[in-house]
């Protein structure tokens, strides 16, 4: 397969999952080990008020183009699309294992309720309360 196909299968498979994992990003081991290192770095501060991409780029020590030319090339995403992700995946992890209460994993996350449902429509075309339903069901 190509490359771009390749891509294309992993992105699916991405926003399609709850799980987070790095190898739904890329196929390259030094990718790889970056995106679970800066999985883990977004797992570690994402719910403190000062948290930003300054704070990973620099914990990384890496330079700010450095940084969001290796997040775009082992993501496919830019840098706070990433995080978005993360964030929201990672709330979808909270939801489905504290009985669905959405003010706790938007806290959990580092966002506020109201932007967790906002974003979590967005990426998922759903609220989160009808996603727990859908997966609920099944």
Do not use: W
């Not at 926003?15 to 290192?37: D, G, I, M, R, Y």
């Not at 990672?90 to 294992?97: A, D, H, R």
């Amino acid at each position: 397969r190509s490359t771009l196909a390749n891509r294309a299968l992993l992105m699916s498979r991405y926003s399609n999952n709850a799980v987070l994992n790095a190898t739904q990003f890329t196929t390259e081991k030094t990718q790889q080990e970056f995106t679970e290192k800066l999985i883990s770095l977004i797992k570690l501060h994402m719910a403190e008020p000062d948290f930003c991409l300054e704070l990973l780029f620099s914990q990384l020590g890496l330079s700010r183009s450095l940084f969001f030319t290796k997040v775009k090339e082992a993501t496919q995403l830019t840098p706070a699309d990433f995080v978005k992700q993360v964030r929201l995946k990672l709330g979808i992890q909270y939801l489905m294992n504290h009985d669905g209460l959405i003010n706790e994993a938007a806290t959990y996350i580092g966002m506020s309720a109201s932007n967790f449902t906002r974003e979590f429509k967005s990426v998922y075309k759903k609220t989160p309360r009808e996603f727990l339903a859908d997966n609920k069901q099944e």
